[in-house]
């Protein structure tokens, strides 16, 4: 089974911290992304991936960056993190086209 | 702008009962469209449908697209109570890179 793994389920962030979310995936997934969830908008697309080093802006960028080094991992970063920013993010791979993404287990921000 | 519609927002209904879930699209370039399970944690995948009028099944769930109409239903059968969960839909676009926009989901509840 395809496995994606987010370092952490619950974080605590203080205002201005920088915070990191790690998402790493087991399949050679080629494409990644990150999406938040948030009540009554649905899953948004912040960054996504489809290669190492390589990224695109999603729907919802401002605020994020992202980083993939190596083709498993993809992590997400809140340079400067906000109220805003509470949320709960997705980490998502697929293989390409006219395929389904898998889900890391999410991660519940909250930004004091 | 491309937008997935899905209705209704919440359903609550009791154990047994048969429940339809609608999806309406606008995306450009359609590829594929997907729908998702979402319990307390990440979405799992159902179905993907790309053409039209083929359902699929898988127990008691089953799934139907209309491509000329944009639309797509998640029917359910004799429903159970781990039936419960936000239903998911997404629509995969051939432009961009292999990105799915999400609806915002129907919250279904099953009371025994």
């Known amino acids: 089974d395809v496995k994606v793994t987010q370092s952490s389920r619950y974080l605590v962030k203080r205002t201005g911290e920088k915070v990191f979310l790690e998402c790493v995936q087991d399949?050679?997934?080629?494409?990644m992304f990150w999406y938040r969830q948030d009540p009554g908008l649905g899953l948004r697309l912040i960054y996504f991936?489809?290669?190492?080093?390589?990224?695109e802006k999603g729907d919802i960028p401002e605020g994020y960056s992202v980083s993939r080094e190596k083709k498993e991992r993809f992590s997400l970063i809140l340079e400067s993190a906000s109220t805003n920013q509470t949320s709960m993010y997705l980490c998502?791979?697929?293989?390409?086209?006219?395929?389904?993404?898998?889900f890391g287990q999410g991660t519940r921000l909250t930004v004091v | 702008e491309d937008k997935v519609v899905q209705s209704p927002l919440s359903l609550v209904v009791h154990e047994g009962d048969t429940v339809t879930l609608n999806c309406s699209y606008e995306?450009?370039?359609?590829?594929?469209l997907l729908w998702y399970k979402q319990e307390k944690k990440a979405p799992t995948f159902l179905f993907m449908l790309?053409?039209?009028?083929i359902e699929k099944k898988s127990g008691r769930l089953s799934s139907i697209l209309d491509k000329k109409e944009l639309f797509s239903i998640l029917n359910i059968t004799a429903t159970q109570t781990g039936d419960s969960a936000v239903y998911l839909c997404?629509?995969?676009?051939?432009?961009?890179?292999?990105?799915?926009?999400f609806g915002t989901g129907t919250r279904l509840t099953v009371i025994p």
């Open positions: 790309t053409s039209s009028g």
């Open positions: 995306v450009t370039n359609f590829r594929s």
């Open positions: 997404a629509v995969g676009s051939r432009t961009g890179a292999n990105n799915l926009f």
């Open positions: 998502a791979s697929k293989v390409g086209l006219n395929t389904e993404a898998f």
């Open positions: 399949m050679d997934h080629e494409n």
């Open positions: 991936s489809y290669d190492v080093k390589m990224k």
